[in-house]
């Protein structure tokens, strides 16, 4: 649901937001609620402010029961620092929020400042968990997408985040043998289990996208790096796809005996598509050989 807009970003709010604010304020929570829904709108906005500074496309804020969402213009195909610095931003802005409510002077407003103080500290330890779609989540997988194709990097995240949902799951479940009821960790944990699914899918069509528009990045860059590879004739195709990566440009030194020839990676595609091609060795005399 659609509520305004902050700056040029659509600011949304999830449907499932309205029973939770009806049922904190009916628990006599409101107070903590408001200073728990400023700090994560604060969070969310500091994703926006470094992805301004990053030159990263924000589509959309949105504010969810457990937290919020700066959802970005296809996250994945970004480079791993932007990933890495947009993520960064939402838990950097908890930290200071933390401190200077720590540096505030005593009396009317401690109590208040305390709240704030511990609710931003949970927030910022929450987020930096390494798994997806958390923001530490983004900083692992951008940091193995130096190593990995995205893909890879998108399946390890999401594995960490499955086993988070469940340790969360298993705290819940702990609260509730000790009498008391705790929806926010189920909360959490069902919206990383959900999520799951479209982070790969997201990551599956950005890497290859990536690929695909090798030339077009290439004439924005003006330089690329080059990664070669050693291969036989009778290496597999897919092997040698499995070492593509975003941003680079890649070669194929195919041996045969004391005969060596360059395959590019057109002609790599081109024999993925051949009929009945398995090999590098069933890329010679295609368009590409050098």
């Known amino acids: 649901m659609r509520v305004g807009r902050i700056g040029n970003v659509p600011l949304k709010l999830h449907p499932l937001a309205l029973p939770m604010i009806a049922l904190a304020m009916l628990l006599g929570s409101g107070r903590e609620l408001a200073v728990l829904g400023a700090s994560v709108l604060l969070h969310e906005l500091g994703h926006v402010a470094a992805a301004r ?14 937290g919020g969402a700066a959802r970005l213009d296809n996250a994945w195909k970004l480079r791993p620092g932007q990933l890495v610095g947009v993520a960064l931003a939402g838990p950097a802005v908890n930290l200071l929020i933390a401190l200077c409510c720590a540096a505030l002077p005593g009396g009317v407003w401690s109590a208040l400042a305390a709240q704030t103080a511990r609710l931003n500290l949970t927030l910022l330890a929450f987020n930096l968990l390494p798994a997806l779609p958390l923001d530490g989540g983004r900083v692992l997988c951008g940091l193995l997408a130096r190593r990995m194709p995205p893909t890879a990097a998108a399946r390890a995240g999401v594995r960490l985040g499955c086993a988070a949902a469940l340790a969360l799951m298993g705290a819940a479940a702990r609260s509730v043998a000790r009498g008391r009821l705790n929806l926010t960790p189920v909360l959490a944990a069902l919206f990383m289990l959900l999520t799951a699914p479209a982070e790969l899918r997201s990551a599956g069509s950005a890497s290859l996208a990536s690929l695909l528009e090798r030339r077009e990045e290439l004439a924005r860059e003006q330089i690329m790096p080059v990664r070669v590879f050693a291969v036989t004739p009778e290496t597999e195709l897919r092997s040698a796809l499995a070492v593509l990566r975003p941003r680079q440009v890649h070669l194929f030194l195919r041996v045969e005996g004391e005969r060596q020839t360059f395959v590019t990676e057109e002609a790599l595609w081109r024999a993925m598509t051949a009929p009945g091609a398995q090999t590098m060795g069933d890329a010679t005399g295609m368009e590409g050989v050098r």
């Open 53 to 66: 500074l990053l030159r990263v496309r924000v589509l959309e804020l949105e504010l969810m029961p457990v």
